[in-house]
């Protein structure tokens, strides 16, 4: 079966980076892209950008390019997201996501979801 | 960019009730990119509806969603405890997917 498989919690200060990682098993990685959907505290949620899995591009949204950058590692068929010049409103969970399908636009699969705090 | 509102921000009914939630869209959205996710404190969300109307599988009938153009529904038929939860509509448009924020059903 699919299983995304995210990385533990991170602390980290105002301006560091951080980098998550989503290890994907039950499937082709490279037949699916991978997205980034992030939800603050008590909030919606948010989606931060597509990567694909089998070429290595990637879409972002507005608000986060030039914060963010999606990579993989195709040995371990792995996606990692990085945010840099973290603020404290990037404190969220952060999750990786998968559509049902090739071509469809909805989220079937998530991993369970990666706990990032910034505090001083 | 497509924003997406979600009504009520809260919703508090009683078991066997019908719930009923709306998300509208700020221009158009494609039927078959509208999709609604149900979330429970500490766990990912978990798509119930896809394609505005189609149930996902191993979701009760009692989930069903409608609407077109700029209104979608989703309708919870006879409401459950189980159904206590925050529920999401999400769409797809012009390489970009947004979310609404959210509608909280309480059971009480």
């Known amino acids: 079966q699919v299983q995304l498989v995210q990385s533990g919690a991170e602390m980290k200060k105002p301006g560091a980076s951080v980098k998550i990682s989503c290890k994907a098993s039950g499937y082709t990685f490279t037949d699916y892209h991978l997205h980034w959907v992030r939800q603050a505290p008590g909030q919606g949620l948010e989606w931060m950008g597509i990567?694909?899995?089998?070429?290595?591009?990637?879409n972002y949204a507005q608000k986060f390019q030039g914060r963010v950058t999606m990579t993989r590692d195709t040995s371990t068929s792995t996606v990692y997201m990085e945010l840099r010049s973290l603020r404290y409103e990037d404190t969220a969970v952060y999750y990786c996501a998968r559509v049902a399908v090739p071509g469809m636009a909805y989220f079937q699969h998530w991993g369970q979801g990666t706990l990032v705090t910034v505090s001083s | 960019e497509i924003v997406l509102t979600q009504s009520p921000g809260t919703l508090s009914l009683s078991p066997g009730e019908r719930a009923t939630l709306s998300c509208r869209a700020s221009?158009?959205?494609?039927?078959?990119?509208l999709a609604w996710y149900q979330q429970k404190p500490g766990q990912a969300p978990r798509l119930l509806i896809y394609?505005?109307?189609s149930r996902a599988t191993g979701i009760p009938d009692r989930f069903s969603g409608s609407g077109s153009g700029t209104d979608f529904t989703l309708t919870i038929s006879r409401l459950e405890p189980e159904d206590s939860a925050v529920y999401h509509c999400?769409?797809?448009?012009?390489?970009?997917?947004?979310f609404g924020q959210g509608t909280k059903v309480e059971i009480k």
């Open positions: 999400q769409q797809y448009g012009s390489s970009l997917w947004t």
């Open positions: 221009q158009s959205v494609v039927s078959r990119y």
């Open positions: 990567f694909n899995a089998s070429g290595g591009g990637t």
């Open positions: 394609d505005a109307s």
